[in-house]
């Protein structure tokens, strides 16, 4: 499998990027992996009895049907463990594509990573804090390449967040990229 991290600010354009590529490589098996900020997300509706569970004290809730399933679970995870998990129920993927966690994924040696800026700030802050050992390609939504020369310093690809950038990474990551997980 391969594990790729992409990194940004709110409103950068990651989840943009994942879900072309998801599209992109839809003959492929696909896991994503979102970070969200807020504590007390709910992805359960309220009435249904599997948030009935979860607001009475249960600590996980599973819920199985003929063609899908979920579980909901009380605490933090990282996820790299989880996709060991779903290794361990025997769901395998060809891509793992996680948005965010940069505090916690960007030091990786494991992880190919993938940046997305808007402006030279935000690329300086994330590059400051993201190891580029893996960094395989950096995207630019809205900036252009010679505002960014003196902030690169190892050859990583520069794509455009649009149609061409997108076709071109998603070429890259097909076959340019060994299984790193």
């Known amino acids: 499998m391969k594990v790729i991290a992409v990194f940004g600010r709110k409103n950068s354009g990651k989840t943009y990027l994942i879900t072309r590529l998801i599209r992109a490589l839809r003959e492929k098996r696909i896991l994503a992996i979102k970070h969200i900020h807020e504590e007390n997300f709910e992805v359960d509706y309220e009435g249904k009895d599997t948030w009935f569970f979860s607001k009475s004290g249960a600590n996980s809730v599973a819920a199985i049907s003929s063609k899908k399933f979920?579980?909901?679970?009380?605490?933090?995870?990282?996820?790299?463990d989880l996709i060991?998990?779903?290794?361990?129920?025997?769901?395998?993927?060809?891509?793992?594509?996680?948005?965010?966690?940069?505090?916690?994924?960007?030091?990786?040696?494991l992880i190919y990573k993938v940046i997305i800026g808007r402006n030279e700030s935000?690329?300086?802050?994330?590059?400051?804090v993201i190891s580029t050992e893996k960094m395989i390609t950096i995207f630019l939504n809205g900036l252009h390449r010679s505002e960014i020369r003196d902030i690169i310093d190892k050859d990583i690809p520069i794509l455009e967040l649009n149609d061409e950038g997108i076709h071109q990474f998603s070429y890259l990551i097909e076959n340019k990229l060994e299984d790193n997980l």
């Open 70 to 80: 979920f579980i909901l679970a009380k605490g933090n995870m990282n996820p790299l």
């Open 84 to 109: 060991k998990m779903l290794k361990c129920m025997n769901l395998k993927y060809d891509y793992a594509f996680i948005e965010g966690f940069h505090n916690l994924l960007g030091s990786n040696p």
């Open 122 to 128: 935000e690329l300086k802050e994330l590059i400051s």
